[in-house]
């Protein structure tokens, strides 16, 4: 049977982190896509009074670099596995880094349910998640996002894109091959736009060149 995604294999998290493989379990290319993930989130706009929220943050790829950036106490993560988080918090980061992040600020949480998170959050970025995720676990996370944070101003997010109107597996531009079934999964540009606009998002696609041939959407809430 195959999984609705690869971090649910029973007892995923604990034979890597046993085996020191979480940088593996992000992805890897560590420095690479942390120095991305800053550049794309300091060219939409990001200040370092800003209350950041990363979605996912497994073991603080990004992390290591915006924790010393932003004032404070102003980094959250969220993630499926605290151990995963706490693993990055001890071996990732220096000791003065540490002391920019409260150890609370690591929230576990694989619904996107944001518990425990205050209202105050104002930037959002969510990078290699849904890709392992159904399609259908989008919407409602983005409605949540939307609602728990009434100060937020931008969600930066990543997926795989198929055109739309496309049946079956497709080819990613540097070659990973995504799947409308099964993981990785791939979403159509109009699937996203949908749930985005459901959810009280607008919509904008950037051009970057991410790797494995990842999209980045920036999603900024409608405030009536
Ligand atoms: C490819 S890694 C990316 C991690 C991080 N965003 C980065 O770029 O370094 C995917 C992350 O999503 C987390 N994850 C998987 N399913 C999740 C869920 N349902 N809720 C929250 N996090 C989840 C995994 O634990 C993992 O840390």
């Known amino acids: 049977m195959t999984l609705a995604s690869p971090y649910l294999k029973p007892g ?9 493989k979480h940088r593996d379990i992000v992805g890897g290319r560590w420095e690479e896509t942390a120095l991305h993930q800053m550049q794309v989130i300091l060219d939409e706009g990001l200040e370092r009074h800003d209350h950041f929220l990363d979605i996912g943050c497994g073991c603080l790829r990004l992390g290591h670099r ?6 404070p106490g102003h980094y959250r993560g969220t993630d499926a596995s605290r151990a995963l988080m706490l693993r990055g918090y001890a071996e990732e980061l220096t000791p003065d880094t540490r002391l920019r992040l409260p150890e609370e600020n690591l929230v576990e949480d694989e619904e996107f349910r944001f518990p425990t998170l205050p209202p105050t959050i104002t ?48 080819r990613q531009r540097d070659g ?11 979403r159509s540009p109009a699937g996203i736009g949908a749930d985005a606009a459901a959810a009280g998002f607008t919509i904008r696609w950037r051009e970057d060149l991410l790797p494995r041939g990842q999209a980045l959407a920036v999603l900024e809430p409608i405030r009536r």
């Open 12 to 20: 995923f998290y604990d034979d890597a982190l046993a085996r020191g």
């Open 66 to 71: 915006l924790v010393p950036w932003l004032d």
């Open 123 to 170: 930037f959002a970025l969510c990078w290699g998640v849904f890709t392992h995720l159904p399609a259908e676990t989008l919407r409602p996370a983005l409605h949540n996002l939307n609602h728990r944070f009434p100060h937020l101003r931008k969600l930066l997010l990543t997926v795989f894109l198929a055109p739309d109107r496309h049946e079956g597996p497709f």
């Open 176 to 186: 990973v091959v995504t799947h409308p079934n099964r993981p990785p999964w791939h």
